[in-house]
């Protein structure tokens, strides 16, 4: 996904309409206690002092404002005098040159307020497409229902992009069995390839399945916490919910998908390896009957056909027609 890497970003509504953008930090608290005006402001990759300023200005809990600025911190929400706050991450799933995929993580914090919403990005893994939000917050005519709106919004794209994740790890799976099953042997790649898989897997699943505690935190703050309620947003908070499930369940099902193609892989190699073994078992008989022949024919002995042409030939029936008696022998029980 593509971001906006301005250093802020900010638009406050009255109702479903627009009335001020990109408004000063200054102005920020003024906005915020306006009950009529819904404000959001984005802050990309801040300065400890800026957002410490602001913290103390909106009366922001401290570990809050430390857990959006630490690296790696894990997806929660939490509940706080004066605000909500959350944590989780975006996931962006590409493939490589060398068509493996490749997953970038993008965290992103947010403090909700009663009438507001204010998002911290970090400038590490994937950037977050705000425009993609601003789009779905003003494209859904929710607006009017308070700050549940924007949170839903935002959550709705991340959710989204897992979705799309899963998906092409879902499609690459599929090729990864093609490939199994091919005609020609190719056990390097398909290790490689299963590796890559299974690393990219790992690092997804940290990052969907959080997000059933999450929003069922979310949820359960919207209606007991400090939020404007509004029944209007259950079913499409109830449908964030049920398509994080999916994705959850998803995931998991492609972890014992991969967990089985690698166990698939090395029971093919065992029996690849079994019908290797059988076949030069199979030629090494068929050699041994004119390496037997021809030894015998060869002793310093008489025997019927001693010393004439037809003892050429005796020996030259008997290589024949045991190598190919063994060759149909072993044919037939599907050893060649």
């Known amino acids: 996904m593509s971001g906006d890497e301005r250093a802020t970003r900010s638009r406050v509504w009255r109702g479903c309409e627009l009335v001020a ?15 009529s005006a819904l404000t959001w402001l984005d802050l990309f990759d801040p300065e400890p002092g800026v957002l410490d300023q602001l ?35 975006a996931a962006d799933l590409t493939v490589d040159d ?7 993580i993008g965290r992103i914090s947010a403090f909700v307020m009663p009438n507001g919403l204010i998002t911290v990005r970090s400038a590490r893994g994937a950037p977050i497409d705000l425009d993609e939000v601003v789009e779905r917050w003003e494209g859904q005519g929710l607006l009017g229902h308070g700050v549940g709106a924007l949170v839903h919004g935002l959550l709705d794209v991340l959710v989204d992009a897992h979705f799309g994740a899963v998906q092409l790890m879902d499609d690459k799976l599929e090729d990864l069995e093609d490939l199994l099953f091919a005609e020609s042997v190719q056990t390097r790649e398909v290790q490689r ?7 990219a897997l790992v690092r997804l699943r940290r990052v969907v399945l959080p997000m059933r505690e999450l929003v069922a935190g979310v949820m359960r703050e919207r209606m007991t916490g400090r939020w404007q309620p509004s029944r209007a947003l259950d079913g499409e908070f109830n449908d964030l919910y049920d398509h994080v499930l999916r994705v959850s369940e998803w995931t998991e099902s492609l972890r014992d998908m991969v967990a089985s193609v690698f166990e698939t892989n090395l029971s093919l190699q065992d029996a690849r390896l079994n019908t290797i073994m059988k076949k030069l078992a199979s030629w090494g008989a068929i050699i041994a009957v004119p390496t037997a022949v021809t030894g015998w024919f060869g002793q310093n002995l008489p025997y019927w056909g001693f010393s004439s042409e037809f003892g050429l030939w005796q020996s030259a029936v008997l290589i024949v027609v045991g190598t190919l008696g063994l060759y149909w022998l072993f044919r037939r029980s599907q050893w060649l």
């Open 21 to 35: 953008s990109d408004i000063a930090l200054a102005d920020l608290d003024g906005y915020l206690a306006d009950s």
């Open 55 to 89: 913290a103390e200005e909106l009366q922001l809990d401290r570990h809050s404002v430390e857990d959006a600025l630490a690296p790696r911190e894990r997806a929660k929400v939490s509940r706080h005098a004066t605000h909500t706050f959350f944590t989780c991450y």
């Open 98 to 104: 060398n068509d493996l995929p490749d997953l970038t």
């Open 193 to 199: 390839r299963v590796f890559a898989l299974r690393k």
